[in-house]
Each structure stands twice: as structure tokens, then as C-alpha cells.
């Protein structure tokens, strides 16, 4: 990593033994969590944290404060749960969080949870993430052992509770109401919104869904205050933002810049430009869900939710997939739709019978057995699909095959009509 | 739902409509129609088929119209949105993309909503060139399931009925995605019997039943309306008859009723209707042997029988049973005929109501009952659509359910408590409640009696640890229940035909009016566990009532009634059942007439009396035990070949109305009588048995019974009518019941406790095939000490020993019987268990021998 990236979130990492509570507190942690308990009030937090405009690194970007604030007066026990089912392709910018920086996230959760009035709170946990288990266990031992969880927290008559519930593998529980049916012991479907988790989430009642990387802003934010943190990132993406990078650039790996900062920075500088110096086809800005932009697009862009979207794509989770010329945009195509094929629930039918007809197709596709009406048929369906199906992984199924016809119709028409692919030559 | 009402406009259509409604519901109520999958009126809606898509003013994208409530206001789109009938088309397109479309041999096909809305938004054309997903075809679920998994749009109907009603979770989703299909768990069949459901709210042909399956196409049946026989709830059915056989049997909806629903055994077990075994003619006994014979020869020698014994013994030589199972209409002129014809009250019937017994006011009240409590009776085995109900009150409201009986039944699942007792305790289970209540309820209870001083001294004897050795109900439990009655606000007593058999209905009755007089609001119900109890006795199939409960022995009532009739009613006491039989042992009883029972086959007893009488005409579907004992056998028509009425257990008068004709010269019941009575009377009196048919019985019916006046098949129509309740004076005294516990006799130290299974080997079940496989093979719980007591271990073949007889069962040792008593299900074993019981059926206490 290069000196250009700033170095707040990811001031702890590489750090040695940077996950024991001994260098994580000679490093200024837990501070924030008495600074909270001590001088504010829940509701005093919950504004630091609206103002400071951060908003959920999950995907959706939803304003966290404002979120906070949708908590039915009055109605306990509440639940928060951190969402730590990282399950986006092209994201690992939680893993790096909760594997070297574990009591990070532990002291955003107590904080979050302070503000919100919560007792109990539950980290659900990616199935396959075992060291992040490992050491999210060990850091709310050893975080307990020292008074920053559990009973009477700090002398300040505050509890909490922090339990892992680790997931079974499906993505689809990385949606909020899903990852409740999950929490509850049930198949994991994702259910009714409205009510909203907020108002009627784990066993019905009000429940805060926070992405592990929101969470662990959350104490950087109540120690150095809302304007402090605005002094990154644009106005309405205010903050700090890590970035995964992975593909065909020379230093893939998770990167910490503010908000707003050029796409091109980021690719050209920091990951070290196009790998082996081969022209960049296409990038994915936020993870295999968001639209697939041409790389010249995407390389005039800044890094914030505006000016993605206004570029056609999303920011998504900050999950930036690089694809360069060698790549054929139909199989790229075709293993995300298998994907989503694959983890579509089955709830649904536009979701259940969508994905698996346009995997099928693009399968036929591939493997020169394409047929010209094929093209307009998986847009049509594609159009069947978004906005229609009950959660959005229809739309997220939708996103990559949508917007790689819509920006690499050649490659599709090359395939159909030569039977084999542009790129292989 | 408020009752505030809200304006929606749909499709340019104003529509009012309840505030709180949801989309659907609103469109629904003005006549637009929307298509669904996963929703239905019954179930919560869980938006997840995304068939109804419509768009609304203001929203974003498309909406659900099943989950989305309306505002006042609102502006939807369902047809007139470009956006929402493109979406709805490509659903269609979606669902049928891997669908077999085998609708040619497909069950649900002519009423299979898939295919009415391909036909209706569906694309027409199939864009769709890839290999269908193959999944599980013809895949038995249950004995009377089969799945197609390869049908099956995924709306999971099936899983939600049976979590949100029947509480029975057996059925869910596996796999995910593309992959996802509807199963059983490993190794578990489905054994809700409320399965068959699951069949009628299927969207599609994946789930159809293993006895209609191929037999017909629907537009081929013809669907009568009627209403099931099996049991004294009455659902109202529809029977789908093609070629004079019932192929099968649906429920139709009855909010007073059945809601929309009907167990397994009223859905499955009509194979008896259509059955080889059925009595087609008339049958004589020539030389010892049962011959057949013509109607002529029949009628015409029972009548001259019949007037000969008149002649010689006179009118109380005779008697007649009629039965809780068949009509209104054949009970009333049975009863009608020995008292007109023959001129004795000498006609009763088996199983008949206990005296003091009340009908249950309301099925779908159930509902808001807060604790409802269960003595002697098993609502699942003897009448489930009430198990249905009370899951209601459980699940949506909470309720609780207290159980007093011998053995753990079903709904004991709710956590009870469950208050085991030993037949003959029931008094003294009671006493000990009342206790218990007045202990745990101090003020509020005991101001509600009025002669709460002078009770307490009587009452003194009964407290829970003094009860407990008289009846074997821990006392922990009995203060467990008495907590939740003094919390109740109102509580139900259901009341069986069991808790009465032990203690005497004047007992039983008077002990549980003092428990109910002390608490909230409280009600009892009778539960007639047969299709027509109340019916069989409000008809006066009994020597002491004539129709409408009338006492026999009042004379002015004697007096109108005998000019109604056009004779003169004998004020003889008649014979009870009870009375029967040791009339017929000592020869007194030379005539006998039984309708749709048997006797014989219940208890050995009444099998030998039976045969002492000389002149028996045994009147019935089948050739059961007592009809191979008659002199003259009659065929009579069925449920589903005759008009008539039953009353269910709410007292509500339901018709049974005609969907086949009876197999050979079989005849309804009202025909029977009617013949021969017009062969019995002089001609100038045949005027009064001039009935044409099952309404004009009941034309006269109406006009006997006071309660019935006005009434007839018209008025009556499809939903049935129910008599208002009637008004219970409330008590304001405790009555003393002293507890009178059973002595022991070391002989037979056990007391044999029966009861009903859903499914068993009675006359009717036994000729209905799947049922059949459903049946376990005859077995007697035991308790752990009654194990030990005897030396026998749980899989043993013992001997069941009673002074009657002995029987051979296979023993299951549990601890979900109270001790001292063994529990053997009623007509499971053959033999029947019936051999070991003694008339009159009171207690029969038995012992056990291993098998050697």
C-alpha cells in the first residue's frame, strides 16, 4: 500500500498482534465507548452520528442516524444487529475489519448499541469468515474480562450482551429481513417490509441492522465529533469509505480513501494501474450486484453514491471489480448469473424462474448455442425481473447481465453468430 | 380492521371499502378482479408470488396488491396499467416456463387457477427453448397425498395452512432457488388430518388425492351439496358423483360451520357409499338362512308379524331403536309409528345425550373462548373441526386448554394442564376444582354463590390432596387449572359422552354447574361425537320425550299430540334401552325394529338379548353383527342417496340431499316406514301416512316440535338454520355432590377406559380402502405401575380380561394414562373391545395376563 491512501479506519491494521485488546486500547481504543457512556445521553449519540451524515456501507447507503431515529419510542427490548454476512462478490472490506481490527468493530457495536437503548446484540456472521470468528469471539472475551461488555459496563450501569450467530451460507441473508428469518431459526426468506426491522425486526421487535464497516465508523465519529468527520467526503457522501479492489490491476486489496475521491486514483495510483499494463475492458464499481460501466466511464467517476449513479452504476459496498480486454464479458456474465441463480432463495417467482432461465440462456450462449433473439429476450426478462421481485436480489440478479448487454452487445452478437468468443481469438 | 370506511379508486371504479383492507381485498369488493397464487382468504398473506401487481399513485415501482392496505384516496391501477399487466403476463411466463403442462391428465385441470389465468393474462406463446427442471412426479406424501413436485408453483399454501390452522408443521420448502420444492421431512409422512386441505387450496395439480386421483375429470361430476355424516360437527360438503359413484367429497364453506374446511375422514373415507357390501334387497330368514326377497314379501310380512305379536302380547311387547346416525325424518316417523301404529313409547336409541346435557351455542365462537375446558371428550378423534376451532383460539388468541380425561389426547399439546382421572372420579375431580378455586380465588369466587357458608363444611373433604387418591388427578395439577379458571373471562366446558358414563349424568352435571357458577362468564357444551344426536333426540326417539323434548307424561301435551296424530297415545312409561334388554332376556320383548345401529356389535350383552327376541327387523347400509341376528333384513339408503336432515352438535338443522341413486332396491329410510305403516293401519287412516317425500316429513316435523314452527327444506337452504340458545337459567347455589368413587374389585383391579380413534374399523370406515392403512393394529396403553403390577413389558402380547370375556392386544406402556386404568380404542380390534363390556355401559373393569 502506498502512502497516498488516508489512514483512519485502517490505522490499526498491520500493526502486529493488531487484534488484541492489549494494542488495540495502547492504540487509543475504547475511548470513544467512555467518552459515550460517560458524556452523553443515547439520544445525544444517535445526533452525533446523524450529523455526521454517515450513511450504511452495507450497500444501500440509508443515512445511519436517521435509521437510528426510526425506533419506536417506547417499545423494548430492542435488538441491533451487525451485519457481518459479507457476501457480495468482489467484498472483503469486513473481513479485513472484524480478522485485524476486531475490537473495532466491538466498540462501534457497544456504542451503536448504547445509543439505540439495546441489551442484547448479535453479530451475524458469514459462514465461511472462520479466523473473523475466531477472533470476534476472543475480542468479546477479552473485551468483557475488562468491563467493555457485559453487566454494569464501566461502572456506568449500562449491559450488554454480544453474541455471533454465524451464517449458513447464503447471500440472500445479507438482506436485512432474510438475515432475521436466519437469526430466528427459520429458512432463510426474506420477509414483508413494511413493518421495517427498526419497528418490528428479531422476534418482532425493533431491531437496528448495521454493516460491520458503518458500525466500526461509528467510534471514530463520537470521539472526534460529526464535523471532524465531515472533513472527508462530499456533502451528501460525507466520510470515509474503504474500497475492495480486486482483478486485473497490479495491487488488488482494500483501500481506505474519502468519500468522492476519482475512481482513477484509486486504480491508477494506489492499485498500481492495469495489471501487466493490458487495457481495462470494464469495472464493476460496487460489487457483482451493481451495473458493469465501461472502464473509460468508470475511470471518469468519482468515488461517492452521486456521482456513481449518475454514471449509470451504483457504489454499492465499495467493491470495485477491474476487468481488462482478455476477458470475455459473456462468461464474466455468465458465472455472475450462475451465481445469482444459484442463491436466488426461491420465494419469489420473478427471482426463482428469472435466474434460472437467464442463466440458461447465457449457458447456451457460451457454449455457441446462442440464437439472435436471445439478446432481447434476456433484456426482456430482465425487465420482468427488476422491480418485481420481492427482495432486490432480483434487481442485483438483473444488474450484470443488463448492463453487459446494454455496454458489450458486440461480444454477446459475436458469440451468437461465430459460436465462440471475441476475446480467445 | 376499524369500522371507519375509506374511498379508493381502482381502475377509474370508486370503491368504498373498509379502512385497514388491503388492495386486494378492496378490488375484490367492487368486482375486480385480481390475480393471485400465494394469497388466499384464509392465510396470512405473505406477497410473495408478486401475481398481483398493480401500480399505486404516488408509490414507486409496482405493489402487492395482497399485502398493501389501502388509503383514503388511493388511485391503484390493476388492468389499466401498462406496467402491471406486462408484469402479470411475464409471471404467468415465468411460472410456466418449467411447468409440465401434462393439464390433459392432470386432476386439477378444469379448475386449476394456473390454467384459468394463463388462459386469462397469460403471453399464449412460450418464449422458452431450454430443458424443463425435472423434480420428483407421483410422490407420495401420506397414505392420501400424492405431490408433483414438478407442478408446484412454490406458493406454499400447503405449508401455511397447515402452520397457521391445523398447527401441524410437516410440511416445507427445501432446496433453494430454481431447486426449491415442497416435502415431507425425512422419514415423516404427512399425518395431519387436516391434509386433504392442502389439496383444495392448491393453485395448481401438485397435490391431489390418492382416491380421486384419475377417477373422473370434474366437468364430468355432478356436485350436490350436502353435509358429512361422520361426526356431530356436520361440515357442509359437496359431493362429486360421476356415473352413480361418489368420486369424491370437498368442502363447502359454512362460517357457522367449518369455515372452508373438513378433516381427512369426512374427505376420504366415502368408499362405504359405493361399496360391494351394500344391501341391495330386502332379505327374509327362510330355513334358518337370510334370503333375498321382494319389498312386497318384506313389508308384507313384517306387517303381519307385527300385527299377530299386536294381537297376542299387545303393544308393549314391542320396541324399536333408531339411531344418531341417520335423518331427522326417519327418527321422527319411527318414533311416530310405535307410538301411532303400535301404540307403545317402547323406542330409544344407543348413544342418546345425557339428560342435562346442553348443545355447544357457537362453533366459530369457540374462538374467543379465553380457556377452554375439555372433560371426557377428544374433540380430535370425536368431532376435529371443534379441534380446528380451539387451534384457532390457541394460535391467534392464545387460549389455554385444560383436559380432563383418563388418557393424554391431542390437544393436551397446548400444555393443559392435563388433569388425568379414573372413571367415576369425575365428581370428585370437580369437587377438588371447586376447592381449589375458592382457595386460589378467595373473595371474587365464593361471592358468586349464595350459599357459600354453609358449603364450605361439605367442601372441606375435597381439597386437591384429599382428591387426589379418589380420582388419581395430582393435586399440583388440579391448583395448576383452578389458577387458570379464576383468571379466565370466559371459559367453555366441553363436556363428551364419556364424563358421564361413570358418575351418572345428575351427578356429573350438578358438580360441574357448581365449578361453573363460580367463575366469569362461564358456558358447557355438550359434544355429540354423532352425526345426529341432538336430531335423534329432539325427533323423540325416546321412551320419555316425544318430538321437541316434550315429556311423555304430561297429558295435555299426551292429549294434543293424540289428536294430531288422529289416536290415543298410551301413557305406558316406555322402555329405555337400559329397559330393553333385560325385557328381551326374559322373553317379554317379542317384536323389535332397529334403524341404523348395532347393538350387537357393541357389547355382547345386548348381542345375546338380541337373540331372544323372535321377530328382530334390523333395518341398515351393510349386514352388520345385529342385522345376522334379524329375522327380516331392509337395505336402506345412504347420506348420499336420500333427502333429509341432520342436527349437528350446535343443534343446527342441516340437509342431506340426494347425489346418486341407492344400489339396487335399497330405499331411503322415509319410505320404509311409510310403507309400512300404510300396510298396518286401516284405510280410512291411511291419509295420515301419506308423506310423498323426506320434505313433506318434515313439514310435520315443523309443525310438531314448537321451536320448529315455519320452517322447511326451503327456509332451511344451503347454510342450515340454528334454534337461538336457549336461555340457561343461571345457579346461584352450590348443589352437594359427594364424590362416590368406584369400590375396587381385586379380581379385576383395571378399569377399562375406551375411545375413539379418527380412523378405525367401524361399519362404514371399514369398507373405505386408504383409510384402512391408516389403522393401527389393536393395541391397550398401560400405565409404568400397571406394567410392573402385572410383570408385562411395553410390546407384550397380553389378554385384555373382563367378566365378559378376554381379548388379545399388544400392550404400549406409557406414562400418558393414569394408573389403575388401560385405555383400548373402540372399534380397532376384531373381535370388538365391545365383548368385554356389560350393559348397561357404566364401568367395565378388566385385568391383564401376558399372552403365553
Known sequence: ?425 | MSDQTVCVIIDGQEVRCPAGCTVYEAATTAGIHIPTFCHHPKLVPVGACRQCLVEVEGMRGLQTACTTPVRDNMVVKVHTSPAAVKARKANIEFLLTNHPLDCPVCDKGGECPLQNQAMQDGPGQSRYVEEKRHKNKRYPLSELIVLDQERCVLCWRCIRFLDEWADDHELDLFGRGADTRIDTFPGRPLRSKWQGNTIDICPVGALTSRIFRFEARVWELTNTASVCPLCGVGCNIVLGVKNQKVRRITPRENMEVNDTWICDKGRFAHGFVDHPDRLKTPLIRRNGKLEPATWEEALDLIAARLNAILQEDGPQAMAALGSNQVTNEANYLLQRFMRVVLGTNNVDHIGRIPTGATPLTSLPGLEHRDVIVLLGCDPSTEAPLVELWIKKAVLRHGARVLVANPHQIELCRYGGPWLGYRPGGEVALLNGLVRAVLDVGAKDQAARAANIEESRSWLKAYTPERVEPLCGTPAAALRQAAEVLVQARRPLFLVGPAWTKGSGEQRAFDALANLTLLLNDAETGFVAGDANAWGALQMGVAPHWYPGQQPCQDPEIRNRLSSFWGTKLSPVPGLDWDGMLPACAQGKLKGMWIIGSDPAHRSQTAGEALKRIPFLVVQDLFMTETATLAQVVLPTASFAETEGTLTNLTGRLQMIRPAKRPPGQARPDWWIITELARRMVESKRQKSWDFASAASVFQEIAKVIPGYRGLSYTTLGEAGWQPAPAQVKARRHLVRVEADPPSADPNYPLELVTGRLLYDRGTLLRRASRIQNLVPSPYVIIHPDTANQFGIAHGDPVWLISSQGQLPFTVLVSDEIVAGTVFVPWNVSDPPVGMLVSEPEGLTRVRLAKQE
Not at chain 1, 457495536?109 to 446484540?121: D, G, L, M, N, P
Not at chain 1, 426482456?380 to 438483473?398: Q, R, W, Y
Open chain 1, 1 to 425: 500500500m502506498t502512502g497516498m491512501q488516508t489512514k483512519v479506519l485502517l490505522r490499526n491494521i498491520g500493526v502486529p498482534n493488531s487484534h488484541e485488546i492489549e494494542t488495540y486500547l495502547s492504540r487509543g481504543g475504547y475511548q470513544a465507548l467512555q467518552k459515550a457512556l460517560r458524556e452523553h445521553q443515547p439520544a445525544e449519540v444517535v445526533r452525533i452520528v446523524a450529523d455526521s451524515g454517515l450513511r450504511g456501507r452495507g450497500g444501500a447507503g440509508f443515512p445511519t442516524g436517521r435509521k437510528w431515529m426510526f425506533l419506536p419510542k417506547g417499545v423494548y427490548p430492542r435488538y441491533l444487529i451487525c451485519n457481518a454476512d459479507e457476501g457480495e462478490p468482489g467484498t472483503f472490506k469486513d473481513r479485513v475489519l472484524m480478522e485485524h481490527d476486531p475490537h473495532g468493530v466491538i466498540e462501534g457495536i457497544a456504542i451503536a448499541s448504547y445509543a439505540c437503548e439495546v441489551h442484547q446484540a448479535f453479530i451475524y456472521l458469514r459462514g465461511e469468515y472462520e479466523l473473523s470468528y475466531h477472533r470476534l469471539r476472543d475480542a468479546i472475551v477479552q473485551a468483557s474480562e475488562r468491563g467493555f461488555l457485559g453487566k454494569n459496563i464501566l461502572g456506568t450501569g449500562y449491559d450488554l450482551d454480544v453474541h455471533i450467530v454465524r451464517g449458513a451460507g447464503s447471500y440472500v441473508c445479507g438482506e436485512e429481513t432474510a438475515l432475521l428469518s436466519s437469526l430466528e431459526g427459520k429458512r432463510g426468506h426474506p420477509k414483508l417490509k413494511p413493518p421495517f426491522p427498526a419497528t418490528e425486526g428479531l422476534y418482532r421487535k425493533p431491531t437496528i441492522v448495521n454493516n460491520v464497516e458503518t458500525l466500526f465508523n461509528v467510534p471514530f465519529i463520537v470521539e472526534h465529533g460529526a464535523e471532524w468527520y465531515r472533513q472527508w467526503g462530499t456533502e451528501r457522501s460525507p466520510g470515509l469509505k474503504l474500497f475492495c479492489v480486486s482483478g486485473h490491476v497490479e495491487r488488488p486489496g482494500t483501500y481506505e480513501l474519502p468519500m468522492g475521491t476519482p475512481m482513477r486514483t484509486l486504480i491508477d495510483d494506489l492499485c498500481g494501474g492495469p495489471r501487466d499494463g493490458i487495457p481495462l475492458k470494464a469495472i464493476i464499481p460496487g460489487g457483482s450486484s451493481t451495473p458493469m460501466m465501461p472502464a473509460e466511464v468508470a475511470l471518469q467517476t468519482n468515488l461517492d453514491y452521486e456521482s456513481i449513479f449518475e454514471a449509470g452504476s451504483l457504489l454499492g459496498a465499495g467493491a470495485v471489480i477491474v476487468i481488462n480486454e482478455k476477458t470475455c464479458i459473456v462468461r464474466t456474465t455468465h458465472r455472475l448469473a450462475g451465481f445469482y441463480r444459484h442463491e436466488s432463495c426461491g420465494k419469489c417467482i420473478p427471482c426463482r424462474e428469472g435466474t434460472d432461465w437467464m442463466y440458461k440462456i447465457l449457458h447456451r450462449i457460451e457454449h455457441g448455442q446462442g440464437r439472435t433473439e436471445d439478446l432481447d429476450l434476456l433484456l426482456d426478462i430482465c425487465d420482468n425481473i427488476a422491480e418485481k421481485s420481492f427482495c432486490p436480489l432480483g434487481d442485483a440478479a438483473v444488474g450484470p447481465v443488463r448492463s453487459s448487454l446494454t455496454h458489450f452487445r458486440e461480444e454477446y452478437e459475436f458469440h451468437v453468430s461465430e459460436k465462440r468468443c471475441l476475446v480467445d481469438g
